[in-house]
């Protein structure tokens, strides 16, 4: 099982932009299927981005799409989250998931057996 710890997190100005990187440990990062998910104070967990073992197939969160994009190198077993844009209501902890038995719930943040320990990002107005 893999291990993920995320890192790029902190305080930005609206309109500016934020990498988060999600190092995984183990040598089978490709057979895992990666999403990202933000909780803000108060509020559940919700999903952000999620990417397929090759990295062809990605999926957005609709309050997201556009601004941000998820890639992978499973040369370096990491996952990205590239944050263009943000919003203040972006501002939550941001937690990388790995699921090795993907089901078809990518959404869904109990499709996912590992978490981070997660990043907090602020973004101020």
């Known amino acids: 099982q893999v291990q993920l710890v995320e890192s790029g997190g902190g305080l930005v100005q609206a309109g500016g932009s934020l990498r988060l990187s999600c190092a995984a440990s183990?040598?089978?990062?490709?057979?895992?299927?990666m999403g990202w998910f933000r909780q803000a104070p108060g509020k559940e967990r919700e999903f952000v981005a999620a990417?397929?073992?090759?990295?062809?197939?990605?999926y957005y969160a609709d309050s997201v799409k556009g601004r941000f994009t998820i890639s992978r190198d499973n040369a370096k077993n990491t996952v990205y989250l590239q944050m263009n844009s943000l919003k203040p209501e972006d501002t939550a902890v941001y937690y990388c998931?790995?699921?090795?038995?993907?089901?078809?719930?990518?959404?869904?943040?109990?499709?996912?057996?590992?978490w981070g320990q997660g990043t907090q990002v602020t973004v101020s107005s």
């Open positions: 998931a790995a699921d090795r038995y993907y089901s078809g719930s990518y959404y869904s943040a109990n499709e996912y057996d590992t």
């Open positions: 183990g040598r089978t990062f490709g057979n895992y299927v």
């Open positions: 990417i397929k073992w090759s990295g062809a197939n990605t």
